[in-house]
């Protein structure tokens, strides 16, 4: 793959985060009943990220889970026959409580679609939004995002990569083109 384009700085990213924290606060009325579970990988720190913007905003502390979707994915015989499963660790109950899943990038929606499956399976919420980074187009699903960073249209010849210090030593979101 080869770069074709810088979308987001570090300083953009933190800006998208703080603008989808007062988001989810304003839509839900607050912050009673709800929770942050972060998709694996990259969705874990952003949720982290968005709790700690809503302590600074409303100095309330809400819980924050992580979710490994490997199980309840729609793809899962072309992962192999050991597919990685990585630990959910939701310390906490989802039972009528609003769940904001947390991702990077929503592309086809599946990887939602499988969040929402694994959610499900640990209890039943009364609601459950998603809250992405970035939303690049070309869903397959009828899945849309509650609330999104910023909308990038692609081709399905591109990828958007989202770097964060966390994972990748910096944060930036660019976008690759397959060669």
Request: one cysteine or more.
């Amino acid at each position: 793959m080869r770069f074709k384009a810088y979308i987001m700085n570090e300083d953009d990213v933190r800006r998208a985060l703080i603008r989808i924290s007062h988001q989810i606060i304003e839509k839900n009325r607050g912050t009673e009943n709800l929770c942050l579970i972060g998709i694996k990988t990259r969705g874990v720190p952003l949720a982290r990220e968005i709790a700690r913007n809503i302590k600074e905003i409303e100095n309330v502390d809400v819980d924050v889970g992580e979710l490994d979707i490997t199980l309840y994915r729609d793809d899962l015989d072309k992962l192999g026959l050991d597919p990685i499963v990585n630990e959910t660790f939701v310390p906490f109950s989802v039972v009528d409580k609003t769940v904001v899943l947390v991702d990077d990038v929503i592309f086809t929606g599946r990887t939602a679609r499988a969040a929402m499956d694994a959610v499900m399976a640990i209890g039943r919420p009364a609601k459950i939004q998603l809250a992405v980074l970035i939303d690049r187009g070309h869903l397959e699903l009828p899945i849309k995002a509650t609330y999104v960073g910023k909308n990038i249209p692609t081709s399905l010849k591109e990828v958007v990569s989202v770097r964060l210090t966390e994972q990748d030593g910096k944060t930036e979101v660019v976008i690759l083109e397959k060669m």
